[in-house]
């Protein structure tokens, strides 16, 4: 199982991202998927979740309204839209599958003006 992500940059404050992750070696239409955020000298924190089943969302109150994540089965890839960014937003991101306890390499995002 792999997980490749990509999509992060640098922006100013205010600006938008999408970050991608593409999901290959598993059904993937069948597993929740989630996008986790480390900053240096932070613990990783999970910044959204979706359900495969009922494509339920989840977001902690520092993202949500912001963030969004969505999934297209047809690409096996999980996306997470992110909007408004914040300097606070500046990690990087990483993609999980739960079930499997797979992580991705990374993507780093940095919110500068």
């Given at each position: 199982?792999?997980l490749?992500?990509?999509?992060?940059?640098?922006?100013?404050?205010?600006?938008?991202l999408?970050?991608?992750?593409?999901v290959?070696?598993?059904?993937?239409?069948?597993?929740?998927?989630?996008?986790?955020?480390?900053a240096?000298?932070?613990?990783?924190?999970?910044?959204?979740?979706?359900?495969?089943?009922?494509?339920?969302?989840?977001?902690?109150?520092?993202?949500?309204?912001r963030?969004?994540?969505?999934?297209?089965?047809?690409?096996?890839?999980?996306?997470?839209?992110?909007?408004?960014?914040?300097?606070?937003?500046?990690?990087?991101?990483?993609?999980?599958?739960?079930?499997?306890e797979?992580?991705?390499q990374?993507?780093?995002?940095?919110?500068?003006s």
């Amino acid at each position: 199982v792999q997980l490749v992500e990509s999509g992060g940059d640098l922006v100013q404050p205010g600006e938008s991202l999408r970050l991608s992750c593409v999901v290959s070696g598993l059904t993937f239409s069948r597993y929740g998927m989630s996008w986790h955020r480390q900053a240096p000298g932070k613990e990783r924190e999970m910044v959204a979740a979706i359900n495969s089943v009922t494509n339920s969302t989840w977001y902690p109150d520092s993202v949500r309204g912001r963030f969004t994540i969505s999934s297209d089965n047809a690409k096996n890839t999980v996306y997470l839209q992110m909007n408004n960014l914040k300097p606070d937003d500046s990690a990087v991101y990483y993609c999980y599958v739960p079930d499997i306890e797979r992580w991705g390499q990374g993507t780093q995002v940095t919110v500068s003006s």
